[in-house]
């Protein structure tokens, strides 16, 4: 198993512009998430979703957007990047079946520069 | 509001000496709190959590954490440390609200262990 996968690794983007990260987990996970990591202020949640078709605002939403039109897939779209938006996005998903006692497995990580 | 700190941005230890990484929490109820590891470049792994049950919990790698409800802290150990070890510890708390695992992470703590 692949486990949580992250596409791209990298990207520089110039502010206005708009893309598209995709996240994507093989072990039938009902749970997904996406996090951004900023120095000193460790792992914020931006959006996440109990299941297809589903989603919901984290603690920092504002200029993201997503979609989980497939269970084993989570989008995360930039609109209009803003330098403020310049981190590293990390997915992570989790399994249903324990409840609270799930753990999250997280993937490698998109680093995103905006100009 | 439920939250965890990390009171220390980085800890040195010498190798063979023991290890402590600290961590409190402020939340209603009972905690769920975990530790995950974050290695250079990499997405953060899954070391330890604790639900219910005995104070001290085992986790990967030889790692261990004890729950102290009087004292609200969950502090991560090793008896005796790696120069490998070296990397950024994240303590995190579930949020008991909602049906997703949502996780709150500390500022997280930068373990560098010295020959």
């Known amino acids: 198993n692949a486990g949580v996968t992250q596409t791209p690794k990298f990207r520089v983007l110039k502010t206005g512009q708009s893309m598209t990260l995709l996240c994507a987990q093989d072990?039938?996970?009902?749970?997904m998430y996406w996090y951004r990591q900023d120095p000193g202020m460790g792992l914020r949640l931006i959006h996440y979703?109990?299941?297809?078709?589903?989603?919901a605002k984290g603690e920092v939403p504002d200029g993201y957007n997503v979609s989980r039109l497939k269970k084993q897939n989570f989008l995360l779209g930039l609109e209009s990047a803003a330098p403020s938006q310049t981190s590293v996005y990390f997915c992570?998903?989790?399994?249903?079946?324990?409840?609270?006692?799930?753990?999250?497995?997280f993937g490698p990580g998109t680093r995103l520069l905006v100009l | 509001a439920q939250s965890v700190a990390q009171p220390e941005d980085q800890v040195n230890v010498a190798e063979g000496n023991p290890l402590t990484v600290k961590c409190t929490y402020s939340?209603?109820?009972?905690?769920?709190l975990f530790w995950y590891v974050q290695y250079p470049n990499r997405g953060l792994q899954f070391l330890l959590k604790?639900?219910?049950?005995?104070?001290l919990v085992k986790g990967s790698y030889g790692f261990e954490a004890e729950f102290n409800k009087s004292q609200t802290s969950f502090h991560l150990k090793k008896p005796s440390a790696l120069v490998s070890d070296s990397a950024l510890y994240f303590c995190?708390?579930?949020?008991?609200?909602?049906?997703?695992?949502?996780?709150?992470f500390g500022t997280g703590t930068r373990l560098q262990v010295t020959l």
């Open positions: 604790y639900i219910t049950g005995d104070n």
């Open positions: 939340v209603s109820g009972n905690p769920y």
């Open positions: 992570a998903s989790s399994s249903r079946d324990r409840g609270f006692q799930e753990t999250q497995y």
């Open positions: 995190a708390v579930r949020l008991l609200t909602g049906t997703a695992s949502k996780l709150t």
């Open positions: 072990m039938n996970h009902e749970y």
């Open positions: 979703s109990v299941g297809e078709g589903t989603t």
